[in-house]
């Protein structure tokens, strides 16, 4: 989407100038301690015994650099990442190189899980310069930190020549550096928000729901769903965005590339068949072989995708895939207190997906009879499906195909599979794990908390809505003090205060919780962290929000994020909150700064949706009347839980059992000495009911088909 290569003969020029503390008693037992020492991330705290002498992004480091007159490199990645260990290996535990980076530079390392809006500048200026981003990425700077060179992996041997060439052309050559540091700021400078923004013509709906329907159409992958193209990343909010315009348009053949995808996804290797969860993305175009690190935001959104996929559909099999990966959730990256992990690394043993696959003759050795069957369900071969004679559990047929071959009956096989996986999980546990990164990220957690509220609302089962509770329980207790939120918690909370999306996605969360419970506390919580939010983050010039706090750490350029990618963009996630919380309260002021946000960029949302995906859903929701559902009496529990099972998209809920302050509420009671629900539009509500039947009824009266 961004324009690459702006400075790419820049870049090339400067490349032909390039080739012309305190420690504890466990840390003595190191030859190096560094400045990580102190961290609360793992990632930077695999580095603390590294020969360099790292430092973690802060004024400290900065004012060295000023001081020394030296540059800087900034090496950004995170710990489950395989190429970071790979160039930790090589290059960051190897003396001499050490030697080379310590006499030559200021040394800065960053998690980018917790300091997300360093990552955003120097990768903005590496695709600057013509070459595609990723992790680790290194990037060096001016002792003003300004970025004139950068890239990501260097085998060892590159990586010590361009550290001396960098040294040398500092020395040497320094005008040509400053010259490509200051064109490259003044890039870093220019306006997402401008660039993107237009005055975007009034349009219907119904043409919206087809301009993006197209667009998407136009690059699905009809045989294995999803989109066209290798490697493949989920991109729930892609899938959530097509089925709102499923639910407004009632086109079939819409919810026919929809449920391909989940099934092919929930059958596929980037699927965890055994222990649940899915990993980042498969690298191939079948959803076969997964880059295995397992990301909590993938899987809070993944929650929320396969919940509202079940609510629409009634398909078990998503119900399934929910029940199995919070089972994986609990298990492997929850908490005590209820909070949730990072993520699990790709690596075990040094080896990407070592801890996940199987050879066959480990399978028959461990299931005896049943191993045929289990063999021949999941695609395993005795020379191997991947690498060195091991196999991705994948399915390739559906259950009914595979049920009809062997004359099984659903409930012989599912007896069969269940035990079988149940040893195979217990033989897996006993491997050593991949790493885990078991810090907890406030907006990572605001996402699980969401997915988690969709899942007990499709479902019913109260596990979910239990465990969203001790989440958010965990973010009000740790990570929050009064208005201010903090990124991260490891042990301790970080100092680093929240970023925008660590609030976008926490009062989600916080509007979703009063949703499934009707606690207005939750709602009061979503309201403060809001006006937080319009006080410290809102640049009134652009109106959009700043994604870092406006008295932070000063960067070179502060950032809006705008495009939605593997997670929505923290501007769309305020849009979309201003709306619900706008209508909630009955604050036009928030509604119609949802709209402007929403409208300026209609055009590229019709136009580029893989991109604007979130802002889809909030551009439909603009347009589309939201049903204000409000349920009354003492079983108003009880008949939201009936409603919330179904999916409308475009409603939201509200209730009380006794009596109630919100706008929405006022002068609504129970009639006739039952719990009523009332259905209301803008304000104006239909007749009172006391059936869930009744209110589906008149929540459908906009949308023909249903």
């Known amino acids: 989407m961004k324009p690459r290569g702006i400075l790419t003969g820049m870049l090339i020029i400067l490349t032909a100038v390039l080739q012309v503390q305190d420690t504890s008693d466990m840390d003595k037992q190191h030859r190096h301690t560094n400045k990580l020492i102190n961290s609360t991330s793992p990632y930077l705290l695999q580095h603390a015994h590294n020969p360099v002498d790292w430092y973690p992004w802060g004024e400290e480091a900065l004012e060295r650099a000023k001081k020394e007159d030296k540059p800087i ?4 990645g995170y710990s489950t990442c395989h190429w970071c260990h790979v160039m930790e290996r090589e290059s960051f535990e190897n003396e001499a190189i050490a030697e080379v980076m310590n006499k030559n530079f200021i040394c800065i390392k960053v998690d980018r899980e917790e300091r997300p ?18 992790w680790p990425l290194n990037v060096f ?16 041997k590159s990586w010590e020549k361009l550290l001396k060439d960098i040294a040398n052309a500092f020395r040497t050559r320094r005008q040509d550096l400053e010259s490509s540091a200051a064109a490259l700021t003044r890039h870093l400078a220019q306006s997402d928000v401008e660039r993107f923004k237009s ?17 998407l159409r136009s690059v699905f992958d009809t045989t294995w769903g999803g989109m066209n193209r290798a490697p493949k990343f989920i991109m729930p909010s892609v899938w959530m965005l097509l089925l709102r315009c499923y639910y407004l348009s009632n086109d079939a053949a819409l919810l026919d590339q929809i449920n391909l995808t989940l099934k092919k996804i929930a059958m596929g290797g980037i699927h965890d068949q055994i222990g649940g969860g899915f990993a980042r993305y498969s690298v191939d175009g079948e959803w076969f072989a997964p880059h295995f690190e397992k990301m909590l935001y993938d ?12 609510a629409a559909t009634g398909d078990r099999e998503y119900k399934e895939v929910i029940e199995a990966f919070f089972t994986w959730l609990l298990r492997e990256m929850t908490h005590p207190e209820g909070g949730f992990f990072s993520a699990l690394d790709a690596d075990s043993e040094g080896e990407e997906g070592k801890y996940y696959v199987w050879t066959k003759s480990e399978i028959e050795q461990n299931l005896g009879e049943r191993a045929e069957l289990v063999c021949d369900y999941y695609g395993v071969t005795s020379e191997g499906n991947w690498e060195h004679g091991n196999n991705i559990l994948i399915r390739r ?15 012989q096989w599912r007896e069969i599979l269940t035990k079988a996986k149940d040893t195979l999980l217990q033989i897996r546990e006993q491997r050593i794990k991949p790493g885990l990164d078991d810090k907890i990220i406030t907006a990572w957690n605001g996402i699980m908390i969401s997915g988690l509220t969709h899942a007990y609302r499709a479902t019913a089962d109260t596990r979910y809505r239990d465990a969203a509770v001790k989440a958010m329980r965990f973010i009000n207790s740790h990570l929050r003090e009064g208005t201010t939120l903090y990124r991260s918690f490891k042990g301790k909370r970080s100092s680093t205060t929240g970023f925008l ?12 919780l009063y949703e499934v419970t009707f606690n207005e506390d939750y709602l009061e919580d979503a309201a403060s962290l809001l006006r937080h939010t319009l006080k410290d983050f809102f640049d009134e010039k652009e109106r959009y929000f700043f994604y870092s706090h406006h008295e932070g750490e000063s960067l070179i350029s502060r950032k809006k994020e705008i495009f939605d990618n593997v997670i929505p963009g923290s501007n769309s996630v305020m849009a979309r909150n201003l709306r619900r919380l706008g209508l909630i309260y009955d604050n036009e002021e928030w509604i119609s700064l949802s709209t402007e946000m929403t409208t300026a960029f209609a055009d590229i949302t019709r136009a580029e949706p893989n991109y604007m995906s979130y802002w889809g859903i909030t551009l439909l929701e603009s347009k589309q009347p939201i049903a204000e559902v409000v349920f009354i009496g003492e079983e108003a529990h009880r008949l939201r839980e009936e409603f919330q099972i179904g999916y409308y998209p475009f409603s939201v809920s509200l209730g009380s059992t006794t009596s109630s302050n919100l706008p929405l509420l006022q002068g609504k009671e129970a009639l006739e000495g039952k719990s009523t629900v009332y259905v209301c539009y803008n304000k104006s509500c239909r007749l009172p009911v006391h059936t869930v039947k009744e209110a589906v009824e008149q929540v459908h009266y906009f949308y023909p088909g249903h």
């Open 73 to 76: 490199i900034v090496s950004i």
């Open 117 to 134: 809006d360093v990552d955003q500048v120097y990768m903005e200026a590496v695709q600057a310069m013509g070459l595609n981003g990723g």
């Open 141 to 156: 700077l001016t002792p003003d930190q300004r970025p004139f060179y950068g890239g990501t992996y260097y085998p060892p």
């Open 199 to 215: 005055e975007a013509a009034a349009t219907e709906l119904a043409h919206d729901v087809t301009a993006i329907t197209t667009k």
């Open 299 to 310: 899987n809070g959104q993944l929650m929320s995708l396969y919940a509202e996929a079940y």
């Open 397 to 411: 047929e559906t259950d009914e195909e595979f049920l009809t071959k062997h004359q099984l009956s659903p409930e």
């Open 501 to 512: 999306d660590d609030y976008a996605f926490t009062i989600q969360a916080a509007i979703d």
